[in-house]
């Protein structure tokens, strides 16, 4: 039975001559389940230990007893925390060791859905001379493990506000140079320092994720199955499918992953998985459209549409639009992975396919990412009374086979600068699982913040111009293509 008064920390202090023991208590009004799931991860105590400044999970595969993890402390001090004991929902109990101390942690879970408690205790064992300074201050020690517990509590909150724009981010993505510089991984580390908890989890949520066989698609699909998402890999290639289904198994233990089969630059096959996805008749808590390439030289598809057209605007568009009663009976949200590309160009809706004048890959690739964003802010506005959700976001510039297979000179000049996929796809996934991102809509985002759609008014469509471009969209939607082909 969870106490009315949730939310206190309870401290309590002992220490004799060979140990200081901590036993600290916090209580929240978040599900046990969540509450066990979240700090399990112990990979992310950083985000509510703030005596951490980083935190790794050394062994593969899914949480488990033999997992262990390495802790950076603020001081410079690493720990190696070793799971040795587990019961979900019940217990938590680590062997810590360092060069100062070893120590023996457990975490104590008990309650319901509606709450939970959690009890710390902690046995010290200081090598001298830290072990004096530690019985002779024991407050100290003391106030450490309060800032854990009360950063533990904090990031369990669950209420957190919408997030807003800033103007000095604005201005600064103006100036293009350090707009530039927050793409590489040091604007992701920069961005980092900033990001808020996210305690939040997946668990009997339906995400459907295009592109997951590689690159920022994977990573996120592996990010969202360690939030317990169910998910639904769609993919064009079964045995790279299979291939991600398993590897995402093997390291997160969530087997609820599945996978469809779809080219999504053939409007055929993304009408085929639509109505596979309404007969299944299962709600849509996210849907990610990822999916993408660079082609060079302009090519067409079997069905006679230029490619990057076809898979990155029209397959998107089809699929978001035929599923939306899916999302729209769960308050879904749509996630578009766009590109800062988008910023250099304007949508040209007469000319969707690249048939006027000279072919340019990345211009072709950056109308579509700038036709995507148009439907983001267009979607936001039409299915808010729904209650769906949709925003856009830049992935930063990561290093995946993407990038390597389409631009190898921009790959070999920025390698070193470049994200991992994981961080690249750190912001699909707290677009997908975060409560204040379900609180924004039609919005544009590269490291959980807020960034304009246009840098310059000349990439702004007209009224007319985004009229006859939703128009020549709904028209293809409307069986033009297939019936063509
Ligand atoms: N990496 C970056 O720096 C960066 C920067 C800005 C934006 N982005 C965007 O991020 C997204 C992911 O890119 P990435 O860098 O991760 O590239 P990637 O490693 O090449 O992954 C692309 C994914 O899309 C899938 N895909 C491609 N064509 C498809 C089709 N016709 N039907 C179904 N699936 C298809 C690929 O499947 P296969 O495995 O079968 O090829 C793969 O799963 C793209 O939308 C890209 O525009 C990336």
């Excluded at 072990?131 to 009360?150: D, I």
């Excluded at 067409?300 to 035929?322: C, D, H, V």
């Excluded at 590109?339 to 000279?358: C, F, R």
Aim: with cysteine.
């Amino acid at each position: 039975m969870i106490p009315a008064d949730l939310g206190r920390v309870v401290t309590v202090m002992q220490n004799d001559d060979k140990t200081v023991t901590l036993d600290e208590s916090i209580e929240v009004r978040r599900s046990v389940r969540d509450v066990f799931d979240y700090i399990a991860a112990f990979h992310n105590v950083q985000e509510w230990d703030p005596g951490v400044k980083s935190a790794r999970k050394l062994t593969p595969g899914p949480v488990a007893v033999g997992s262990e993890f390495e802790v950076v402390m603020n001081f410079g001090l690493t720990l190696t925390y070793t799971l040795v004991d587990m019961a979900a929902n019940e217990r938590l109990e680590f062997n810590v060791s360092s060069r100062l101390f070893d120590a023996h942690e457990e975490i104590l879970f008990c309650g319901d859905e509606a709450g939970a408690s959690v009890r710390y205790i902690a046995r010290f064992s200081f090598r001298e001379p830290l072990g004096t300074f530690a019985r002779l201050r024991p407050e100290s020690m003391e106030s450490v493990g309060k800032q854990a517990v009360a950063g533990m509590r904090a990031a369990l909150e669950d209420e957190p506000a919408a997030p807003v724009a800033s103007r000095a981010t604005a201005l600064a993505d103006r100036l293009v140079l350090p707009g530039i510089w927050k793409f590489t991984r040091l604007g992701y580390s920069a961005a980092r320092r900033h990001f808020k908890p996210m305690s939040a989890s997946l668990r009997g949520r339906h995400v459907v994720l295009t592109g997951a066989t590689s690159g920022i698609g994977l990573a996120a699909a592996r990010q969202l199955a360690d939030l317990g998402a169910t998910l639904t890999l769609v993919a064009r290639n079964e045995a790279k499918a299979a291939e991600a289904a398993r590897s995402i198994t093997a390291a997160t233990g969530n087997d609820n992953i599945y996978f469809e089969l779809c080219d999504m630059s053939l409007t055929a096959d993304v009408h085929a998985l639509c109505d596979r996805l309404l007969q299944r008749d299962e709600p849509i808590d996210v849907l990610i459209n990822n999916a993408g390439a660079l082609f060079n030289p302009r090519g067409e598809t079997p069905e006679g549409l230029e490619q990057s057209f076809a898979l990155l605007l029209l397959g998107p568009y089809i699929l978001t639009e035929r599923v939306q009663p899916l999302l729209a009976r769960v308050n879904g949200r749509v996630v578009n992975v766009l590109s800062g590309g988008m910023y250099s160009q304007k949508i040209h809706a007469d000319d969707l396919q690249s048939e006027k004048g000279d072919y340019s890959g990345s211009v072709a690739y950056a109308r579509a990412k700038r036709g995507l964003m148009i439907l983001t802010e267009e979607w936001a506005r039409r299915w808010r009374d729904a209650g769906v959700t949709v925003n856009a976001m830049h992935p930063g510039w990561a290093d995946t086979p993407g990038v390597v297979d389409a631009l190898p000179e921009f790959y070999n000049v920025t390698q070193r600068w470049l994200r991992s996929p994981d961080e690249g796809a750190d912001t699909v996934t707290w677009l997908a699982a975060a409560p204040e991102a379900g609180k924004v809509s039609g919005r544009f985002w590269l490291d959980r913040e807020q960034h304009p759609s246009h840098l310059s008014s000349r990439t702004r469509e007209s009224a007319q111009e985004r009229a006859r471009f939703l128009a020549a969209l709904d028209a293809l939607l409307a069986g033009g293509v297939a019936k063509a082909a």
